[in-house]
């Protein structure tokens, strides 16, 4: 008789570097050993439960974004994923070309099922859906700070509309009352809904318990979507249809690192401002102007002496942040993508010098386009994750190519989430080990070392 691997029981390609590492990270707090590599490049690890792939196919020309995804889900099927899961923002940043819909009706012809389900929902952040418009707090999305995004200003709140707008099938909406009845009234009405040729379904989501009856009812879809706070849910459906046992789960565990520390910020979100100034009241923190950049100006020296003068006794901050009215102004003069692209190739080329040639060891980059660029630039094609420890704090450790004794240890901050105080209390907490037992009985996890960071 022949044993072979145990197949991949989840496989899942994000559009952005620190949505995908919140959701390997979710896995991870849950007892899931996860792999998570990045581009298309590096090869899937065996022995893993599940693999997360991460791209940077968000704002991308969606013909581009779907040869991605696609290839990105026929190497997770070939390591034998049982079910592909794309990932998206909570707040379903996209343009009005996509990448949402394209990725995920090219996803859908690719794996058959016929129907696939969109569940952004991030309830422990009050990101919820309700008769299919997503509020942030109290506040509708298009009312939001999600308006002003720099790449995907999101204008509707109608996630119907928007999802419409993107794709060639027919979105329906799974509405609240249906998801509050439970799984069998999701199944069943899923199961309707397709008969009647709406194949693309957005859930109302308004409670965590209605992210669990959803990733219940979708456990077995070939392809499902969302943000990861849905995918949090499914390994309890694993074990429940008899797919993992507790014996297969893993406590989760992050090396101490030491050595100089630094926050490279792209993100322009009010919760990154917000971080920064908190950080800079104790810490040395550097703005760049990108108007003198693209004047001539060689920003990335003045950052270099700026580090210099600074490491390795404080931790430091290098940002892009601009107001509002001077993003646009850039925006104006230099379009949106140009402005984009410079600010994140001055924060990759920072990166470079800090890392490779300031010797810096801790490292959290806030903005996911901006985290994409960097760890490219930083030649990192894998990453192993610790457990998720609440919104935006998902660390992690890389190995630079080239220094592989050497670790980095990373956090990729998704723009819009993480409390005040979380570039100062995650760079402490990189420097003493952790280890954190499977969080399969309760969610969200309670936060064992940064209670103070979200
Ligand atoms: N001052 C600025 N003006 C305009 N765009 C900027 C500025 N600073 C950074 N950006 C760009 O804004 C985008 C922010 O996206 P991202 O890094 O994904 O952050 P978030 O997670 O908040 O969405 C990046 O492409 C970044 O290069
Ligand atoms: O929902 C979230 O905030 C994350 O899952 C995510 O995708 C982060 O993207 P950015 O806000 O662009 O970092």
């Given at each position: 008789m022949t044993t072979s691997m145990p197949s991949l029981l989840f496989g899942a390609i994000a559009d952005d570097?620190?949505?995908?590492?919140?959701?390997?990270?979710?896995?991870?707090a849950r007892g899931i050993s996860t792999g998570c590599t990045v581009g298309l490049q590096a090869p899937i690890p065996s022995g893993n439960l599940a693999h997360v792939i991460l791209l940077k196919t968000r704002v991308i020309a969606a013909s581009?974004?779907?040869?991605?995804?696609?290839?990105?889900?026929?190497?997770?099927?070939?390591?034998?994923?049982?079910?592909?899961?794309?990932?998206?923002?909570?707040?379903?940043?996209?343009?009005?070309?996509?990448?949402?819909?394209?990725?995920?009706?090219?996803?859908?012809?690719?794996?058959?099922?016929?129907?696939?389900?969109?569940?952004?929902?991030?309830?422990?952040?009050?990101?919820?859906?309700?008769?299919?418009?997503?509020?942030?707090?109290a506040q509708l999305l298009a009312e939001s700070p999600k308006r002003f995004d720099p790449l995907t200003p999101m204008t509707d709140s109608n996630l119907v509309r928007v999802l419409q707008?993107?794709?060639?099938?027919?979105?329906?909406?799974?509405p609240c009352l249906t998801v509050d009845a439970g799984t069998e009234a999701i199944r069943n009405t899923i199961r309707e809904q397709s008969a009647r040729g709406e194949t693309l379904l957005i859930t109302d989501t308004i409670r965590e318990r209605d992210l669990a009856a959803i990733a219940e009812a979708a456990f077995d879809l070939p392809l499902m979507t969302g943000n990861s706070s849905v995918a949090?849910?499914?390994?309890?459906?694993?074990?429940?249809?008899?797919?993992?046992?507790?014996?297969?789960?893993v406590a989760a565990?992050?090396?101490?690192?030491?050595?100089?520390?630094?926050?490279?910020?792209?993100?322009?979100?009010?919760?990154?401002?917000?971080?920064?100034?908190?950080?800079?009241?104790?810490?040395?923190?550097?703005?760049?102007?990108?108007?003198?950049?693209?004047?001539?100006?060689?920003?990335?020296?003045?950052?270099?002496?700026?580090?210099?003068?600074?490491?390795?006794?404080?931790?430091?901050?290098?940002?892009?942040?601009?107001?509002?009215?001077?993003?646009?102004?850039?925006?104006?003069?230099?379009?949106?993508?140009?402005?984009?692209a410079r600010a994140e190739a001055i924060l990759a080329g920072i990166a470079q010098i800090l890392v490779r040639e300031l010797g810096v060891r801790r490292l959290v980059v806030a903005g996911g386009e901006t985290a994409g660029s960097v760890v490219k630039a930083l030649g990192i094609d894998r990453i192993a994750m610790g457990a998720y420890e609440g919104p935006g704090l998902s660390r992690a450790i890389a190995h630079l190519p080239g220094l592989p004794s050497d670790p980095l240890a990373l956090m990729l901050k998704s723009g819009k989430l993480g409390g005040a105080n979380i570039f100062t209390d995650v760079l402490q907490d990189m420097t003493r080990p952790s280890t954190i037992a499977p969080a399969i009985d309760t969610w969200p996890p309670t936060r064992p070392t940064t209670g103070k960071a979200s």
């Open positions: 570097l620190t949505g995908g590492t919140e959701l390997a990270s979710m896995l991870v581009d974004a779907v040869r991605q995804v696609l290839e990105a889900a026929d190497r997770l099927a070939e390591a034998g994923a049982r079910q592909i899961f794309f990932k998206y923002c909570a707040t379903f940043d996209s343009t009005p070309a996509g990448n949402i819909g394209p990725c995920a009706e090219a996803l859908l012809d690719r794996l058959g099922g016929g129907v696939t389900l969109f569940t952004p929902a991030l309830c422990e952040t009050g990101r919820t859906v309700y008769q299919g418009h997503m509020f942030g707090g707008a993107q794709s060639k099938g027919r979105v329906g909406l799974v949090a849910h499914l390994p309890p459906a694993w074990l429940a249809h008899g797919l993992l046992k507790t014996g297969d789960l565990s992050l090396p101490a690192v030491n050595g100089p520390a630094m926050v490279l910020a792209g993100s322009v979100a009010d919760r990154t401002i917000e971080q920064l100034e908190r950080f800079a009241q104790s810490n040395p923190l550097l703005t760049i102007d990108l108007a003198s950049a693209f004047a001539g100006d060689d920003v990335v020296a003045e950052a270099r002496a700026f580090a210099e003068r600074h490491l390795p006794d404080a931790m430091i901050a290098i940002a892009t942040t601009a107001p509002q009215v001077t993003v646009e102004a850039l925006q104006e003069a230099h379009g949106r993508e140009t402005v984009a």
